[in-house]
Structure formats: structure tokens, C-alpha cells
């Protein structure tokens, strides 16, 4: 079993809906990030999170130590969010495990 | 603005040659990782610096070596050693633990 579970794999939504992207882990944590990665590689950073709920425009992620799990939220989704969005969980060490992403496509 | 630079955006290399990756950053940062990343798999840790002149080995390191002789730079070579060397590379920096990662725009090589 993977450290770092993301579900779904693929997603296809239509533009304005609300969107869940789940990551589950096994491990300990200090930290956990949200990734985006654009259709030409390139990534950024969405959030990083340690407990509770952060939110950052449309995006929102929440995490929930306890139950080892954490969700980024988009809402009134854009076509310019189709991305590959990647959850990665960051140990005491600093060591990151990351999670094989969930590809998002909106469309119009 | 401040960011990393990965140079070039696409590499193409015969088997058996060895091949230089490019990463700058003006971030100040201290701390500098390679990733690499394969369809269907997470990124997986190839090397990483905490500091200048000092670098541990990642999850993945046989066949490739790196250097860090400069704050800014930390160049990835990918030996001839490496079994499969076609992937996308990533290079990301960041302050240290529990800090926000910055990632480069990647380099896809292509060893034939």
C-alpha cells in the first residue's frame, strides 16, 4: 500500500462545479502540501498545511490529523484549472512522500 | 522576480553519454532537491542540499551525481551508470523543513 493515496486518479467536471480531491496517508506528519502541476510540467505550490483549514481564492484545503487525511476543495471551477494536482506529506526529517496525483480536466 | 531556473527544457542524449541538468535559483534559499518524475508514478527524491558543499543521497540516487559548490546552483549529471535515464526532472528549493516548496519548470530527457 502506497504512504500517499489520492482519490480520484482522473476527474472530469463541468465549468462551475465544486470539486473534492482526497489524499489519505499512513505516516506521521509535520506538514502537508498541495501541488499543481500545469499540462507543461511546471509546479506550484497551493498550501502547505499542519491542522485545520486554509484558503487561498477558489481553493480550499482542509486537514484532519486524527483521521490522516486531508482535502483540497475548488469551487465555481474554471476550465484554467485543469491541472494535475498533487498531495505530498511531509515527514519530522523534512522528507517528503509524494502522492501520484489526480488529474483534473474542466471543461466548458 | 525570484524563482528556479531548470535549463534546458528538453535534452536528447545517446545511450552511454553523460549529461548535465541546470538549476538555478535566486531564491536564497538553502535548501535545493531533484526530483524525477515517471507516467503514472509520485516524484521520487534523487538528491537533496541542506547547504552549501554538502549533499545526501535521495531514494533514487544511483547513476546520477550532483554538486553544490555555489548557494544558488545545484547541477544534476546523469551518468551513463543510470539503467533508465528518460524522465522529467525536477528541481525544487525551499527555507528548510516545514516551508513552502518552489519548484523549476522541469527538463524532459530523452536517452536513445
Known amino acids: 500500500k502506497n504512504e500517499v493515496e489520492q482519490s480520484p486518479q482522473n476527474l472530469t467536471a463541468q465549468e462551475g462545479e465544486f470539486i473534492t480531491i482526497n489524499c489519505s496517508y499512513s505516516?506521521?506528519?509535520?506538514?502537508l502540501h498541495w501541488l499543481q502541476q500545469h499540462p507543461g510540467g511546471g509546479i506550484v505550490s497551493l498550501f502547505m498545511?499542519?491542522?485545520g483549514k486554509k484558503k487561498h481564492g477558489r481553493l480550499i484545503a482542509t486537514i484532519n490529523i486524527q483521521e490522516k487525511h486531508s482535502s483540497l476543495h475548488i469551487t465555481a471551477s474554471h476550465p484554467r484549472d485543469s491541472a494535475v494536482y498533487i498531495c505530498?506529506?511531509?515527514?519530522?526529517?523534512?522528507?517528503?512522500?509524494f502522492g501520484k496525483g489526480t488529474k483534473l480536466s474542466v471543461k466548458p | 522576480d525570484g524563482g528556479i531556473t531548470q535549463s534546458p527544457k528538453y535534452l536528447f542524449r545517446k545511450e552511454g553519454q553523460n549529461v548535465t541538468l541546470s538549476c538555478e535559483q535566486n531564491l536564497n534559499h538553502d535548501a535545493m532537491y531533484w526530483y524525477r518524475q515517471d507516467p503514472g508514478q509520485g516524484l521520487r527524491l534523487i538528491y537533496y542540499s541542506q547547504i552549501v558543499n554538502d549533499f545526501q543521497k535521495g531514494d533514487i540516487a544511483e547513476g546520477y551525481s550532483v554538486s553544490r559548490e555555489k548557494k544558488e546552483s545545484f547541477p544534476l549529471t546523469v551518468t551513463s551508470a543510470q539503467k533508465n535515464p528518460t524522465a522529467f526532472y525536477l528541481c525544487?528549493?525551499?527555507?528548510?523543513?516545514?516551508?513552502?516548496?518552489?519548484f523549476g519548470n522541469g527538463t524532459r530527457l530523452t536517452v536513445t
Open positions: 505530498a506529506v511531509e515527514g519530522s526529517q523534512g522528507n517528503l512522500i
Open positions: 505516516v506521521g506528519i509535520s506538514a
Open positions: 498545511l499542519s491542522s
Open positions: 525544487a528549493s525551499n527555507q528548510g523543513n516545514n516551508s513552502p516548496l518552489h
